[in-house]
């Protein structure tokens, strides 16, 4: 009987063990329609800021550039931390190639085309075109009032793409810096970064700092690109799943967020006499929406947005965006605002949908199949 006991244990000890569950598959971020759907809310609302009439009710539609802005820190920062977390690092090179096949074609075939005309009626000369030009593939445009720049007739809407592209010669450094330490310290990061950022723009606004210095430049601005930022990081440090939770708490609020933005476009004022944290319940609701759409439940605001002709106008965005101010240009100068049978800002708007698409089909789509040859 000792025996007996004595030999048990071992019996118990020589059974194999229950395998380990398979590690959980590295979060990669997937195409979000609804994410298109707000760009096209985004460039509806700048739209109605520049067209005459529009902005009698959207003196605030400068807040597109804001939703843009944090769409931008949230999708390059969640291909980015993707790729680090599949392949432990990512290539500077290859995102430097992808950005420069997505934005530079567009921009530099608009800005050709309205340089070309500018010129033609003697609204500019050839030597500030080339100086501009400079500016433009430099990443400085935004900092023309303070260099002097002559920007050709209709580009003066062009600072943002500048603002942007600073954004994506610094921000993919500090990321590849933080993430070498952690995914968490990645998230931290940012989101200390957008603290500062706001209380900073907050500070000089308080100061009373000359509005342009506050609207055009990047470290005023950074706060909006980096709370999207600090979101793309949520699934890498919190996990998918507690993501998941969050997301399913911000979509059952996702009407109300969406009301923060629409109120916004009527009720903040003009940038010669906006005060900042003005804009910031714009950027935080912006944040949360798209934490709602992409790791969200399916729900009916989503829906809205998932829309075929939101998701339709969101990937023309960009063109749309180039294209508007020097349509809306153009149309203030040759047509009365009742000139027509349906107004100067419907024909406007109607030019530019032509435009962009066909900037979309000729120009974005063909370099954008070369830019997946880089992709991760």
Sequence with gaps: MNQELTEAP??????EAPPEPPPPAPYRFVYTPALDGLRALAVAMVFLFHAPYGSKLASGGHIGVDVFLVLSGFLITSILAGEWQRTGTFSLRKFYLRRLLRLSPAVLFCTTVICFFDWLHGHIDLWSIVL???ALLLYYVNLGP???????????????????????????????LMLRHSARRAFWGSAGLFAVATLWECWLSASGAPNDRIYLWLDTRANAVLLGAAMAMLPHVMGLAWTRRFAERLSAVSIWLVGVIVAGMGVIPEPGTLKQPMTLPIIVATAALIVAFTFGPAH?????????????????????????????????LHFSPMGSLFGRDPIALGLTLCFSWATYRLVERPFLSLKTRFES
Excluded: K
């Design 300 to 332: 009916r605001v989503r829906g809205w947005f998932e829309r075929p002709g939101a998701v339709w106008v969101g990937r023309l965005s960009y063109s749309i965006y180039l294209w508007h101010f020097p349509i809306l240009t153009w149309a203030s």
């Design 10 to 15: 071992l019996l118990v000890l020589d059974r």
């Design 146 to 176: 303070w260099i002097g720049l002559r920007v050709p007739l209709g580009l003066a809407h062009c600072w943002s793409l500048s603002l942007e592209e600073q954004f994506y010669v610094i921000w993919p450094l500090l990321l590849l």
């Design 132 to 134: 501009y030009y400079r």
